[in-house]
């Protein structure tokens, strides 16, 4: 049981958090959405909805594909002001090369969040 506590007129568990008040967002959410809280605050991206990080496309420096399977279809618009996409698959092991331009992409394994 949490015992209350009555402190300038208000009362208060023993943890120190008001009754009756507004809860904030972390204290209300469930599931999914904390788990996605979660993970934000622990510095980590499980939807990939932040930013991503720029990649050279060179051998050293791969951009990298995070897939749940071994092989992923990946498109790449090869110059900046070029209006097709090239489509081709990308599998899992070493880096591979866009067929049109050579820039270089890696596949890397990615775990659902749930």
Same mark, same amino acid.
């Given at each position: 049981p949490i015992k209350l506590i009555h402190v300038?007129? *208000?009362? $208060?568990?023993? *943890?120190?958090? $008001?009754?009756?008040? =507004?809860?904030?967002?972390? !204290?209300? /959410?469930?599931? %999914? !959405?904390? $788990? =996605?809280?979660?993970a934000m605050k622990q510095g980590e991206d499980p939807f990939n909805m932040m930013k991503p990080k720029h990649y050279a496309g060179s051998k050293a420096d791969p951009h990298l594909v995070p897939s749940i399977t071994n092989k992923r279809i990946v498109g790449c618009v090869c110059e900046?002001?070029?209006t097709a $996409?090239?489509?081709?698959? %990308?599998? !899992?092991? !070493? /880096?591979?090369? *866009?067929?049109?331009c050579g820039s270089h992409y890696k596949l890397v394994p990615h775990e659902l969040p749930h």
């Open positions: 300038c007129g *208000c009362n $208060v568990t023993k *943890c120190g958090k $008001v009754q009756g008040g =507004i809860p904030t967002d972390e !204290e209300q /959410a469930t599931g %999914l !959405e904390k $788990v =996605i809280m979660k900046e002001d070029n $996409v090239v489509w081709f698959w %990308l599998h !899992e092991g !070493e /880096a591979q090369r *866009c067929p049109s």
